[in-house]
T-cell receptor
């Protein structure tokens, strides 16, 4: 069974640009979670999607947004990139709310 | 404010030795506590999960304990191996409707020959 996949693996952008990160959950999983892990910091919860709806979002500005598609894959969009957005962005999926979350390998975003 | 504090920040041990990592939390209401292992540049992988009523859980050489009264957990690694070198993250889930996870910053463990 394939795990959670994310693309791209690495990304370099300049300040002010926009970026889209992609995540495919484990087959059968309907919930997708996005996290940001900046250097030296713990994972910070960004967004939670379930059955195509945004269920919760963390304490991040509106320029962080996303969506979940009918096939349960998800995108994370970040507009007007800032230097402090440089981080590892992790996606996780679960089969239902409150069940085990399985993480993908992450996308390393560097903003210069 | 929900918080998870881990100690030590980093740890270096010799291969074959045991070690214990600590996690203190102030998350409320409490639902469960997980320990994850994260290799550098990779996503975390779950080691154990404990609910309020469980005070110990083992996964091979990894044993986690939970004291819900003092809001403390520990992860004990027995007979460490070089492959245990990673960050170990304590994660506490709230039992509230919003269902959020609060992550510790992790303990970076280095196992040396």
């Amino acid at each position: 069974e394939a795990g959670v996949t994310q693309s791209p693996t690495h990304l370099i952008k300049t300040r002010g640009q926009q970026v889209t990160l992609r995540c495919s959950p484990i087959s059968g999983h309907t919930s997708v979670y996005w996290y940001q892990q900046a250097l030296g910091l713990g994972l910070q919860f960004l967004l939670w999607y379930d059955e195509g709806e945004e269920r919760n979002r963390g304490n991040f500005p509106p320029r962080f947004s996303g969506r979940q598609f009918p096939n349960y894959s998800s995108e994370l969009n970040v507009n007007a990139l800032e230097l402090e957005d440089s981080a590892l962005y992790l996606c996780a999926s679960s089969s239902q709310v409150r069940s085990e979350q399985y993480f993908g390998p992450g996308t390393r975003l560097t903003v210069t | 404010k929900n918080q998870v504090e881990q100690s030590p920040q980093s740890l270096i041990i010799l291969e074959g030795k045991n070690c214990t990592l600590q996690c203190n939390y102030t998350v409320s209401p409490f639902s469960n506590l997980r320990w994850y292992k994260q290799d550098t540049g990779r996503g975390p992988v779950s080691l154990t999960i404990m609910t309020f009523s469980e005070n110990t859980k083992s996964n091979g050489r990894y044993t986690a304990t939970l004291d819900a009264d003092t809001k403390q957990s520990s992860l004990h690694i027995t007979a460490s191996q070089l492959s245990d070198s990673a960050s170990y993250i304590c994660v506490v889930t709230t039992g509230a409707g919003s269902y959020q996870l609060t992550f510790g910053k992790g303990t970076k463990l280095s196992v040396i020959p």
